[in-house]
Structure formats: C-alpha cells, structure tokens
C-alpha cells in the first residue's frame, strides 16, 4: 500500500499516521471514498471529492478542499504510473481540537474484484432491522453518508461467507430491497433499468453514471421500490459499485439465477463516452 | 492522554500509533470499553474486559488475554498515582493479516461529567430508526457489541446539542424506551428500579452493578418494556453509565421532570460494599 498526503508527500501504509485519539480511530467518526484508477486515469473523481465533502457535512465537519485531495491523488498516481488500481480517500475529524486527518491510500486491484466482475458473486438477502423510510426519517442515523463506521456492512459480509455466500442484499423492515454493504442492487428487465429509491441507503456514483448511460443508449430507467420477489423475477440483478463495476448476481439464497451475462451490457454503457 | 501499550510502555497521545491500513482506521472495525478510576482504583475491571472480549468474538476476531491488557492498564495508572481518570481501553482488528491494534488511554475526567453528575442532563427523545427486537434478530446489526463504529450515537449527540439538550434517549420505531447513546437507561419508582430489556441494546456494566446493590438493599428491580409515558410518570429518570455514573434527567423534550434529588441514593447504591 502506498499512502499520499495532501501535501503530496508519499508514505508507506506501513508507517503509523493515527493518533490514538483520533476521532477516527476511537468512534468511526470520519468519512471515505473508493475510487477505481483504470490505465492512470481515476473515474469519476470530482463525483467522489462532492461526496466525501457532503458526508463529511452530515457528520458535521470539513475536510479540506478538492485541491489538497487532488495533490493526495496525484503522489499515489505517481507510484503507480499508467496503471489499474484503487484509491481510498480517508478524512477522519481528527483528535479534539486539532484538524481532519486526511489521506489517499493506493492499493492493487484485488483479484476478486476481477473474478466477481466475471464469474458473479452468490448472494444472501438479509434483514437490515430496520426500513429505510424511517432511517431517512431519523438523519443522525447517517445512512446516506459514507462514514468510517462500517463495522456492520463488515459483519452482514462475513455472517454471508460463513454461509458460502459471497455477498449480501439487504431488505428492510418493510421488505423492500435496499442495498448491499458496498455496493448499489440494479435490476435488469428487457431494456429497463431499476434501483432501489434513496430512502436510508446510499446514493450510489457508479449506479448514476450507469443510469446516464442506459438513458443516452434508448433504455428506460426508474428509481422503483423492489421486492425479493421482483429479484427473483428480473431478466439480471446485479451489484453495481465503484471498484467492482458490475458483477451479476448468479444465485439468491442459494436459488441459482439467470442473466448473467448481461452484465457486458451495463460495462459497455458505463464505458460508453457521454453523448 | 497518556497511552499505555500492552507491553507496559508508556507513550504520548500525540504521537501516531494506528496505520492508515488499520481496519479500525478504515471501517470503524474494533471495540472499546471506557472505564472510570477513583483514587487509583479501576471500576469493575473484570467486567469491562470480559465484555471487550465479548465484543470483539461479536465482530469474529480476538483480542489479547487480560494479562496483556493489565499491563497496558497499569502502565497508564503508573502515570496518575492514586488519582482520578477515564481508561480507554481500544482494539482494533489491526491492518490486514496483522495482530489486532491494543491500547489503553488515560485522561482526566472531564469537568463535564462531574457537572452532569450534579446538575443532570436535559434529554431529547429521538426516534431509533429501528425497534430493538428487530435489531436483536439481525446479529449483524451488533448493537449488543460496544464497537468503534459509533458514528450515528456522535451525530445523534450532536443533534441533541443543536436543539440545546445534553443528552440523547433513543426511543425503538416500536416505542419502546431503548437507550441513551452512551449509558443505559433507568427508571426509579419508590423502591423499584426499572431499565429497559436487553433487546437491541448494549448490556451496561453499572447498571447491572446498580441493580445488584438495589436488590441487596430491599429494593425490587426489573427489566421491563417503557414507553415515553412510563418515562414521564416515573419518579426519578436515570442516565447510567461507566464513567458518569448517574446522571438524572431534568427534563425530557424541553418539559422538566423531577426527581434528580434521588441520584444520590443510586450513588450511594453504586458504593455500597456488596452484602
């Protein structure tokens, strides 16, 4: 791993840079983004940067300006030139009374990430505990900011591949389909597009982007409450996110699913230029 | 701050110790217990290290044996001789294929918890976002685990100090009287102390401390459904936790309630030598 400064200083991940009191590092109190580098070029940064900034917002703090982010980028860029790879964008608030702790870490592509975008990924639909109308109704349950405080998104992961799974869909308390840990549901049905409304889940960059794309290319697209049973219906489902792409959900509580090899559609639309 | 390391050395809170790659720097992936020292004396020790291990085992990885975390402790009591401090005692799940990051931090007690322990705390009622039996069937949800992840009980404080109260009780979309962010919460009527059931709910190390002392004393004590209206027609409203101890509510959604007078009798409880 290499780490970037926003003074454009590289470091190595393995060289302490949290204080222990890091509001971070004591009560998850800080935000990120992930970031695919594909051939030197990251996509959809100044997304990213809106982002980070407006979940900083939610929890009450300011990162720094796009500017020092962009100086971060561009030292971890540096190390690996031309190529693929992710970046993380980390803003902590910081120990009390001192500023954010801010950092890009750069870090090869995972080899899964590229075997889910191909093979798909087994998933498990779990309960939330709770609808997302009534997190939206309740902001400080910040479900629509990106915050360091992932510990359950982690946890419903790896209750998932304790069951062989390899990721997870969760559903509210009022059985809609919200999304999965760390990335946005996107049905498929002929050339329609739907995901899940906003309410209590994450406004997804690379869903939006896709959105764009399959609107530009003549498909019709809707923000629609879903069921398990419209899952289960659908022509493909899939993860959409901004590491991993696409990858095509092939089975659904060990029920295995058709359509996946639509998922060389939705690539070829988030590759496809604007019009 | 003074932070202790498991090995017994002593270190400054200002110099950094957590990796950037530290998955508790990352995705608040850790647990914490906070511990309350009189005179040199941690309260129930055994206690909170049994529930930090507990936590940990909730979010699949392990901690050091409590030897190691007796090192650390007593490496930070070494540094306020027989005083009065809060311990922090953190671990993390550490960097990817590296041991869990340990510590211990010593602070003073801030002004702030003495004043609240004497004065009370004026309480907004917020909604959950979820009931605490739906979040209890979700195991996931980890909200019986004391975790880093602790963002959304930060931005709930927060939203309570912008409305000009000092303190959060988290009500479940079922109405029931859950917790406050950072303590359990407890009802007193003449000689009956009432807290809300462990469903979706973290097992406070005081309060079961309190109730124990109360039954030793004669008094009957229960952990029983409240609603907002049980909270109104009670004697006395109670915030419990490690290092305030008790706080009494003096008033709830801006409306004044009595009965703070009788934290003292908890206080007293809270000191009894066990029968």
Redesign the interface.
């Known amino acids: 791993?290499v780490?970037g400064l926003l003074d454009g200083r590289v470091r190595s991940?393995?060289?302490?840079?949290?204080?222990?009191?890091?509001?971070?590092?004591?009560?998850?109190?800080?935000v990120?983004e992930t970031i695919l580098v594909q051939g030197g070029q990251p996509r959809d940064l100044p997304e990213h940067l809106a982002r980070l900034a407006k979940s900083a917002t939610?929890?009450?703090f300011q990162g720094p300006p796009d500017a020092d982010w962009l100086h971060g980028v561009h030292a971890v860029l540096g190390a690996f030139p031309g190529g693929d790879l992710v970046l993380?964008l980390?803003s902590?608030r910081g120990?009390a009374g001192a500023p954010p702790t801010c950092?890009v870490?750069g870090t090869p592509v995972p080899d899964e990430v590229l075997r889910q975008r191909v093979q798909g990924v087994a998933v498990l639909l779990?309960?939330?505990?709770?609808?997302g109308s009534?997190?939206a109704?309740?902001?400080?349950?910040?479900t629509s900011?990106k915050?360091?405080?992932?510990?359950?998104?982690?946890?419903?992961l790896?209750?998932a591949r304790s069951m062989g799974a390899d990721d997870v869909i969760f559903v509210g308390?009022d059985g809609a389909v919200m999304e999965a840990p760390t990335a946005t549901v996107v049905v498929v049905r002929d050339r329609t597009l739907v995901t899940p409304p906003l309410d209590g889940i994450l406004d997804g960059i690379t869903v939006v982007r896709l959105i764009r794309a399959a609107q530009d290319a003549g498909w019709a697209t809707a923000y629609e409450r879903l069921t398990p049973d419209d899952l289960s219906a659908a022509d493909g489902v899939f993860l959409v996110s901004s590491v991993r792409l696409v990858a095509p959900v092939t089975s659904i509580d060990e029920v295995p699913r058709p359509g996946a090899e639509r998922a060389g559609e939705l690539l070829d639309l988030l590759d496809a230029p604007p019009r």
Chains 1, 2 share one sequence.
């Open positions: 791993m780490v991940g393995a060289e302490p840079l949290l204080r222990p009191d890091d509001a971070g590092a004591m009560r998850g109190e800080g990120f939610m929890l009450d993380r980390v902590t120990p950092y870490t779990l309960d939330r505990g709770f609808a009534d997190a109704a309740a902001p400080w349950m910040l900011a915050t360091l405080s992932y510990a359950v998104n982690m946890a419903a790896r209750h308390r």
